[in-house]
């Protein structure tokens, strides 16, 4: 069964930087659309960034410019690089994965997304 295991979370000051890794276990992912979301409290689920199978990726706009997604599908790894962070950054952050066939992008829901990790939390201070 596939298993998704996020790390490198933790506290940072404003302006700081952060990798987060999730390592995939179960299935190629190399074939999947891979994701970042994440979850502010009392906020819904958002998408962070995406990376598809064929290595094309997309942001979402709060993100563009200071996020980087990549992946590294020989050790089926996927990784979110995050610079110039924000208190509004602040937030339980989640990989997933489909293997569904949906469009590989940040407006599709998490509900269309079958592998989640348990999540990893960011907390950015000003």
């Known amino acids: 069964q596939g298993q998704l295991v996020e790390s490198g979370g933790g506290s940072v000051q404003a302006g700081g930087s952060l990798r987060l890794s999730c390592t995939a276990s179960g299935y190629a992912y190399s074939d999947y659309c891979m994701a970042w979301f994440r979850q502010a409290p009392g906020k819904e689920r958002e998408g962070v960034a995406t990376?598809?199978?064929?290595?094309?990726?997309t942001y979402a706009g709060s993100v563009n410019g200071r996020f980087t997604v990549s992946k590294d599908n020989a050790k089926n790894h996927l990784y979110l690089q995050r610079s110039s962070l924000k208190p509004d950054d602040t937030a339980m952050y989640y990989c997933?994965?489909?293997?569904?066939?949906?469009?590989?992008?940040?407006?599709?829901?998490?509900?269309?997304?079958?592998?989640w990790g348990q999540g990893t939390q960011v907390t950015v201070s000003s």
């Open positions: 997933a994965a489909s293997g569904k066939g949906i469009p590989c992008s940040t407006g599709t829901p998490w509900d269309q997304y079958n592998y």
């Open positions: 990376i598809g199978r064929d290595g094309f990726k």
